[in-house]
């Protein structure tokens, strides 16, 4: 009688082998490999919150536009969204995200300005050797975004973060300038009108015709309102179809500034300011 051979340790590894599942055989830059994985329900939701940009609300007819969905889904879809506070409903029947939402809009929004504008900025700064600066409105209040600063000893300062106010610094009116008015009167009540110099607008009705003007010519200026001795241009930063939230600046010391330059500074802060809102 035969003797039974011993398994061998290649039949030992054969008998324990596992079957691979069919999503690890698959390549993972395979568009197809995820299908299976792919929830559409989750992805029609997540398309519904793409289509916002923190400010603008939008209407049943515009977000269906926009992701291709039809309305009479499209409606199931912002009810749950609305349920589970990430869309709030207005009286008008548009949506917005919801507060929870808006800021993470806000700073992604905010950076890709910021990218944008870093060459515009850079270009001011070298060209006139005085401080350049960038700010964005988030909520009701105007950062400073960006910074570049000129090697005069004697210059205007910025710095990124800082708060500016609505009504006495050239990039804070340019902003304020271009919101509804329950907006600017939002942001002037939480700032305050407080006086910095002599020169600070602290009027309400005088401020509110200085951002008329600002509205038609697109640029702003605080003249010793902020700081004496200190001139500042700002030009609005203006895409098409979209609400201002961002401007663009120039500061330089008053003993450095006379009619031709700034007449030279404001045209250059508005052809900045234009090819900045061509990209975003």
């Known amino acids: 009688m035969k003797k039974a051979k011993a398994p061998s340790a290649t039949t030992a590894k054969k008998s324990v082998r596992r079957r691979v599942p069919k999503w690890a055989l ?25 289509c916002f940009d923190g400010q603008t609300p939008l209407s049943l007819k515009e977000i269906s536009g926009r992701t291709k969905q039809p309305e009479s889904s499209l409606f199931r879809v912002l009810r749950t969204l609305e349920s589970r506070e990430y869309l ?3 009286r008008d029947g548009t949506y917005q995200l919801a507060p929870r939402l808006i800021f993470g809009w806000l700073v992604r929004a905010a950076d890709h300005v910021k990218e944008v504008a870093r060459p515009e900025l850079e270009w001011l700064a070298n060209h006139f050797n005085e ?4 700010a964005f409105l988030f909520d009701d209040r105007i950062h400073v975004l960006d910074c570049l600063e000129t090697f005069h000893e004697i210059r205007m300062t910025n710095k990124k973060g800082r708060v500016l106010p609505p009504h006495c610094s050239a990039m804070g009116k340019v902003i304020t300038a271009f919101q509804e008015r329950p907006a600017a009167d939002q942001m002037l009540e939480v700032y305050g009108l407080n006086p910095r110099t002599e020169h600070t607008i602290i009027d309400r009705k005088r401020l509110y015709a200085e951002f008329e003007g600002i509205r038609k010519t697109g640029i702003g200026c605080d003249r010793e309102e902020s700081i004496r001795g200190g001139i500042c241009f700002a030009a609005a930063i203006q895409p098409k179809d979209k609400p201002v939230v961002a401007a663009i600046s120039l500061s330089t010391p008053s003993i450095r500034m006379d009619k031709a330059r700034e007449a030279e500074i404001q045209s250059a802060l508005l052809e900045a300011a234009k090819k900045i809102a061509a990209k975003l």
């Open 26 to 50: 698959q390549s993972s830059d395979s568009g197809t490999g995820d299908d299976a994985y792919y929830l559409r329900s989750i992805g029609r939701a997540l398309d519904v919150l793409n």
């Open 88 to 90: 709030v409903q207005d």
């Open 131 to 134: 401080t350049a600066s960038l």
